[in-house]
């Protein structure tokens, strides 16, 4: 009755919820689901009470998600199924949810990929801290630019025209800069706000901008070095929960190449798969993509041979993860200084381009 009564309340409500966006769920909030589900699973809770319990803890985006969930289940579709029918979440969610049905250790599965989710909210908080000072100090030239444009450069415009000086080339395009940003600063703001929004859509939403962005960031000098690290240590961590949880070899590298999140990999990892449906092995098949570090494919060669691959992935994992810090920390140290020269040598440009035409004025009367 009381499971009854929590689908006739909450039926209408997801309704009305229907046209919320099919956004996937986010990382942080899948570790909160995945650890209470895990405890609760181990306590012997039934799947909807579980639920209910989720539910009042939840945000509205995923209680909206956690009452479809509900609901499939008591229409008689199994945990895999509800889940995957509210398109909120994941292949790679969804993959190792069905593996834990499965195996009947969902459990063990759900604790896994707590820990899994967790790993990855650190690793975007440190993507977001090294990303933070770079693009504030960004901000702040950008801002001081557009002060002495729209401040400064006229009171010297106003000098030179007073005392007759004829100011060098890079000075007038200065000089005429300011002046048009301060007669067309409506128009700039609005074509600037459209050209964000835009480049943000196009980059976000279409296949082969996405795709072109992939590519770059696997071809520009030093960042590519901490992105194929990101996407080790992201492809090995999901392998070896799949491998753990018993998915076929092939499907698990399906499912991982697409965790990374980059067209580029998935595209190479592609040939790897082949290789193994012919019967290759799969440090092998791996090495065909070109994708990894040969270190990689030798841990992962001595896995397959130990019948250890799962574990081995683990440590793996653990090893790139903390090579994957030492990079970050080491960007941090080096993208201040230079982002800091850069900001000096804008607005330094700035003003001597203002300056000297003052000091020639003063030479001349001299």
Do not use: W
Request: aromatic residues 8%; hydrophobic residues 45%; contains cysteine.
């Amino acid at each position: 009755m009381q499971e009854t009564k929590y689908t006739n309340q909450h039926n209408a409500k997801v309704k009305t919820n229907s046209k919320i966006s099919n956004q996937k769920i986010k990382s942080k909030e899948l570790k909160v689901l995945c650890k209470q589900m895990s405890i609760l699973l181990k306590s012997g809770c039934e799947i909807i009470k579980i639920l209910n319990i989720i539910h009042e803890q939840s945000s509205k985006k995923l209680k909206n998600a956690i009452e479809k969930v509900s609901i499939n289940i008591q229409n008689g579709n199994n945990i895999t199924e509800s889940f995957e029918k509210t398109n909120l979440f994941s292949n790679f969610f969804i993959n190792m949810l069905r593996a834990g049905e499965l195996s009947g250790n969902l459990d063990e599965i759900m604790n896994d990929l707590a820990k899994y989710y967790d790993n990855e909210e650190k690793l975007k908080s440190k993507i977001i801290n090294i990303s933070i000072y770079p693009i504030l100090l960004i901000i702040m030239s950008l801002v001081s630019g557009l002060f002495i444009l729209v401040f400064i450069i006229p009171n010297f415009e106003m000098i030179f025209q007073s005392n007759g000086i004829n100011p060098p080339l890079i000075t007038k395009i200065l000089i005429n800069a300011s002046i048009f940003i301060r007669e067309k600063y409506v128009y700039i703001a609005f074509l600037s706000l459209i050209s964000i929004l835009s480049i943000y859509y196009i980059i976000k939403y279409n296949p082969r901008a996405k795709y072109i962005k992939d590519k770059l960031k696997l071809k520009i000098p030093f960042i590519n070095q901490m992105i194929i690290l990101l996407i080790t240590t992201r492809f090995c961590r999901a392998l070896s929960i799949l491998v753990k949880s018993g998915v076929h070899i092939v499907d698990a590298i399906d499912i991982s190449s697409k965790v990374v999140d980059n067209a580029i990999v998935y595209e190479k990892l592609s040939i790897s798969r082949d290789y193994i449906r012919r019967g290759n092995n799969i440090s092998y098949s791996i090495s065909k993509s070109g994708v990894f570090q040969n270190s990689f494919i030798s841990m992962l060669r001595i896995g397959e041979e130990s019948g250890n691959l799962d574990n081995t992935l683990r440590v793996t994992d653990d090893f790139y993860s903390e090579e994957l810090n030492i990079k970050i920390e080491k960007t941090m140290k080096l993208a201040e200084p230079i982002v800091t020269v850069i900001v000096g040598l804008v607005i330094g440009f700035f003003i001597i381009a203002m300056v000297i035409p003052m000091f020639d004025a003063i030479n001349s009367i001299q």
